[in-house]
């Protein structure tokens, strides 16, 4: 039988899992988790895939996201998230984004997003899901090849109260069709994270490969995670 102190060990892998599994569900294109004031284009679709490693931990996730309207990009995603020793639960999200202020001549867009998360292997409450949240996004463009976003909002969760988001992250073209990508975000209560990794454009509006490495502002070893995963767009199909 493990011990006391193994099964409060366990528990705090599964909590961090999870709270870096929701963190994904309210990102940008992947693996950024601080969101850009940008949607897919009309009557098109993406699809998203990565696997996300981390200290006693390991999630799977597809996210689907969708533009019917012109101006609104629908998104659901669903993930297992599975942690040593313990059996695997399973999260689903939705999503609903807006950039009521794309770019202008001078480099500024402007959006919000906001969305619901639900663990099914977690009480709920009340509701159907436990995590409810709504941010606003800003993204420049000083140069073609530069990008700079800006999220803030707040989440929140049940059992655990109201608590702040925010992200800042840098998107840089240094050759043709690779990107260089940076962030520093606040997705939870306690301390901001930090994330650094590249995307690479295979086919343009077609198919991007990303990797990323991220860990947390602390001298814990614990909270590492690495993100790897592929995105898929379409062309316009949809009525």
């Not at 606040?186 to 490495?213: H, M």
Request: aromatic letters at 10%; hydrophobic letters at 40%; charged letters at 20%.
């Amino acid at each position: 039988m493990p011990s006391p102190r193994y099964r409060v060990r366990r528990r705090a892998i599964r909590a961090a899992a999870l709270a870096i599994v929701k963190a994904a569900c309210v990102d940008a294109g992947q693996p950024l988790v601080t969101d850009d004031a940008a949607i897919v284009a009309d009557k098109t679709c993406q699809l998203e895939a990565w696997m996300r490693p981390g200290h006693g931990a390991r999630s799977y996730w597809m996210q689907p996201a969708c533009n019917f309207s012109g101006n609104a990009e629908l998104s659901a995603g669903a993930a297992r998230v599975e942690t040593d020793g313990d059996a695997a639960s399973h999260l689903v999200y939705m999503q609903i984004k807006t950039v009521p202020l794309p770019r202008t001549e001078t480099g500024w867009s402007f959006g919000a997003a906001a969305g619901a998360v639900r663990d099914t292997g977690a009480p709920h409450g009340g509701s159907a899901f436990q995590t409810y949240y709504g941010k606003a996004l800003a993204s420049w463009y000083p140069r073609d090849d530069l990008e700079l976003d800006f999220n803030l909002g707040a989440a929140n969760q049940y059992g655990t109260g109201t608590f702040a988001l925010a992200g800042v992250a840098v998107q840089f073209a240094a050759v043709d069709r690779l990107q260089l990508l940076g962030e520093v975000y606040r997705d939870e209560p306690g301390t901001a994270k930090y994330q650094g990794g590249l995307r690479w454009i295979a086919v343009p509006n077609r198919l991007e490969a990303f990797v990323s490495y991220g860990n947390r502002f602390t001298r814990a070893t614990d909270a590492w995670t690495v993100t790897a995963g592929v995105r898929l767009q379409s062309p316009a199909f949809l009525p």
